[in-house]
Structure formats: C-alpha cells, structure tokens
C-alpha cells in the first residue's frame, strides 16, 4: 500500500502501527503542501491512502478524483467532535474523514499581548513579527482582519489585503513554515504567525510563550483521510483509516506528532497536560469562530499569487 502523508504524520498518526494491525506492509511518502499531494497524485503510480486538507478535498471532489467510502461501516464518524461533523468541504461526509486540526493564530512572548490581528499587521514601533511561508494563511489573516471572508479573492479584497501587507512589511524579520516556533523562542521576534500543535510544543518547552488567536477569528485546517478514486484495493484503504481511528493510535497524533485530534475517544486517553492544552484542544466557541478554506478558481488563484509575489518578494 503507498501512502501519501503531511509531515510529522507517520509517527504521529500511527500509521505503521495501523498497517501492522491490518497485515499490510505500508510505503510512506511525505509531502509538505496540498500542492506537492497533487503532483504526486498525478505521477501515474497507484496510490491507497491521502491526507488532503480541506479545500484540496473540496477540489478532489469536484475532478470526481476521491472514493465514496460513506457506506462502509467499519468507519465510525460517532468518535469525531460534532464541531466537525458535516463540514462545507464534504457535507454529506461521503470523501473524507477528519484525522488532525489546529488553528492559524500568534505565537508570541511576554513582551506583547496581541488580542486582535492589527497587533500583528500594525505592531508597535521596533516589534518584530514572522510571518509563514503560506499565502492562503497570510492573506486569510489579512482578510480577516479587513472584516472580509479569507476566500474572497475579487480585486477589492486583494488590494485591501495588499494594503495591509504593504504596511506590516518593515516590521517583518522572519518568514518560514519550517522554523516559525524557533524564532519566538529565540527572541527574534515578538510573535509569529503560527499553527497551533507546533505552537502547543513550544510552549511547553518554553511556558513563557502565548498563543493567542485574534478577536476576530482565524483560520481553521482539518487534515483529512481520503482513498483516491483510482486506490488499487479500496477495501484495504478503508480497513487502514478505520485502524487509524482507533483510539489508542488515534492518541498519538497528539502524542508523538503534536497534532489535534478530533477523536473524543482518543483525546479521553491522553494525559491531562495534553487533554486539558486551551491551544491543542481550543474551546468550541473559539473553533466556531474560524473559518477554513475553500478552493478557488484558476483565476482567482493566479491573481491570490501574484499579489503574494509582489507584496512578500
């Protein structure tokens, strides 16, 4: 069987333990963007098992490229938090089966006390801030903040984000998606643009950290299992993610790999320091206030890019 997975996820996830428990040996390939799942969908070589974020699943869908697997009853959706139940990028939950999630908000020391995004895009005079290396998270922040959805992608809503970019730029001295937990640590920066779980991590290595997710909401990831249409043994796919739904492997995405997970069996066998963490496992509330994103058209996404290039180069 060929999995295609996110970083972090082969341990984190369990997945060698689940293809030992249904006797299937597993090759793993690690790719780093929705975008690299893609290319290699496309390489012309079978594969079983994919963990598309939610707008890819959304797209997947739509190119006819992702199995139905809601008839298959060994999937038990009664272990996810309602929260996640029927999502926009799959509201029949026929594709896809949610398997991690955090939210995009700031990592930030002692120093600064962000409670609303225009901390963060209009810092203080001699704050500096990071930002990720990820243009659907950099503008959704940007949007949001202009009170507009993370989606929008007319040209009104790029120039407003433009603006705001434009203006937060001499203040910026970090930039990555590799290393966005190292420069808060450091003391490079005063807050970073973070997602959650690595955040959860170096706050524990470091309890002087916060993270904060702004007053006026922020992005949502949940990073799902798929079996793509063309999945050589459906059957065993299914077999493999109902494994991985099992509790006891279901904890170690929280445990080894510092992912959420949305399984309330597995979050009740952790130890409190991880059951009770406000950032891995934020109140309802909180999670009803963001927003995840969508897919967009060729256009939309072309004129997104540019923008980025031309405010971030």
Known sequence: MRAIVWPGMPDGLGLERAAAAIGRPLEIEVISSNEDLELLMDDGRPCDLIFPSDYLVEKLVAEGRLRDISGDRRIDRDLLAEWCRHPAYDPDERFAIPFAFGLTGLLHDGSVSPSSWSDFFDPEGGVKVGLLDEVREVLGAALILAGRSPNRMDGESLAEAARILRRQRPAVASRSSDDFTGPVERGEVSMHLAWSGPASMAIHRSPGLR?????EGALLWVTTASVPAGAPDPDASVELIAALMEPGIAALAVENGGYSSPNTA????????LREDPVLFPPVEQIRRCQTTTSLS???????????????T
Do not use: G, K, S
């Open 211 to 215: 993270f904060t997710v702004p007053r």
């Open 266 to 273: 597995a979050r009740d066998l952790l130890r409190d320091e």
């Open 298 to 312: 060729a256009a939309e996404e072309r004129a997104m890019l540019d923008l980025w290039e031309l405010e971030t």
